[in-house]
């Protein structure tokens, strides 16, 4: 899968002579010590460093400057009005409120009745909310929640939600 992804934006030659064939075995506990690496949590993908040109991960609402998200919340269909409270939202930089707002509006929902914290979760919730059946495993949102239940509760209360869809 992730040759796949990667050979999209290089050849098969550069995927492999780079590094990135090592580098996502390892990420997944096939090499090197051998043990699993938890995704990112909201927190660490908001106050980390951001993608550099070319990269496809990070926060929409953090990492994207107000322009492009507007033009990709008008692409997804997203009422004006909810635009402006999101856009709203991101220039106050409470990134993981926007997100739980955008969750609402896309699952139609008045309260996500949920704080996001961890972009694995808003897969589960969404999953959740749309009927699918909802598959967890080793690299979950709910094997690293743990690890990051108590650093979150604290933050919880004063920023509440979460991180990036899957754009």
């Keep these: 899968y992730f040759r ?9 030659e550069t995927y492999g002579k780079s590094g990135h064939d090592y580098m996502v075995r ?4 096939k090499e090197g010590k051998r043990a699993d690496k938890s995704p990112y949590g909201c927190m660490k993908i908001i106050t980390g460093s951001g993608p550099s ?18 033009r990709k919340l008008i692409g997804w269909k997203i009422p004006k009005v909810q635009i402006r409270e999101i856009l709203g939202l991101v220039a106050g930089q409470h990134y993981q409120i926007a997100c739980s707002k955008y969750y609402e509006v896309t699952h ?24 699918n059946k909802v598959i967890t495993g080793k690299q ?4 690293s929640q ?3 239940s108590s650093s979150v509760q604290g933050s919880q209360s004063s920023s ?3 991180s990036q869809s899957s754009s």
């Design 4 to 12: 796949q992804e990667f050979c999209r934006k290089m050849d098969s």
């Design 26 to 29: 390892h990420l997944f506990g």
């Design 53 to 70: 040109s070319g990269d496809c991960h990070g926060c929409p609402f953090k990492h994207m400057d107000a322009e492009n998200l507007e």
């Design 108 to 131: 139609n929902k008045s309260d996500a009745g949920f704080g996001l914290n961890h972009p694995n979760q808003y897969l589960l919730e969404s999953q959740k909310a749309m009927g």
């Design 140 to 143: 979950g949102y709910q094997s």
């Design 146 to 148: 743990s690890s990051q």
């Design 160 to 162: 509440v939600q979460g």
